[in-house]
């Protein structure tokens, strides 16, 4: 299938089906005359891409980890790579880390917000952007 059907079978722009192949997500034939040629394993492929991603994985580690699923009943499920299993806990520490960063941060924007809200008393609600 050319990249057209591609994007219809996944709902993936174009742009971001070379994206991935840029980084050495998606391996599609080339023909003679240039054109990409994707099977169905890419579909499956993206599928598994824009789960990992949903996951919050960044693509280096999608790379690594995407020979290492594959699809059972429809679903995407890790094959038992030696490294599957400590890459995703790495990422799930990661992920986790910077939660907690966030929460600390808006901790502390919470903080001096309501510091400045105090000091100044009854602050108007935020005027309404103008219109185009």
Same mark, same amino acid.
């Given at each position: 299938?050319r990249?057209?059907?591609l994007v219809?079978?996944t709902?993936?722009s174009r742009r971001?089906?070379?994206?991935y192949?840029?980084q050495?997500?998606?391996?599609? !034939? /080339?023909l003679?005359?240039?054109?990409?040629?994707y $099977?169905? &394993?890419?579909?499956t492929?993206?599928?598994h891409?824009? *789960? %990992?991603?949903?996951?919050?994985?960044?693509?280096?580690?999608i790379?690594?980890?995407?020979?290492?699923?594959h699809d059972?009943?429809?679903?995407?499920?890790?094959s038992?790579c030696?490294?599957t299993? !400590? /890459?995703l806990?790495?990422?799930q520490?990661?992920? $986790?880390? &910077?939660i907690?960063?966030?929460?600390?941060?808006?901790? *502390? %924007?919470?903080?001096?917000l309501?510091t400045a809200?105090?000091?100044?008393?009854?602050?108007?609600?935020d005027p309404?952007?103008?219109r185009?």
């Amino acid at each position: 299938m050319r990249i057209g059907e591609l994007v219809g079978a996944t709902g993936v722009s174009r742009r971001l089906l070379r994206y991935y192949e840029d980084q050495g997500l998606l391996h599609p !034939a /080339r023909l003679a005359n240039g054109y990409r040629e994707y $099977t169905d &394993a890419d579909v499956t492929a993206v599928r598994h891409i824009r *789960a %990992l991603l949903t996951a919050g994985l960044p693509t280096t580690t999608i790379a690594q980890l995407l020979p290492c699923v594959h699809d059972e009943e429809g679903r995407m499920v890790p094959s038992s790579c030696p490294t599957t299993i !400590a /890459r995703l806990r790495q990422e799930q520490s990661r992920i $986790t880390g &910077a939660i907690t960063r966030l929460r600390t941060a808006q901790q *502390a %924007l919470d903080s001096i917000l309501a510091t400045a809200l105090h000091r100044l008393g009854p602050v108007p609600a935020d005027p309404a952007p103008p219109r185009a």
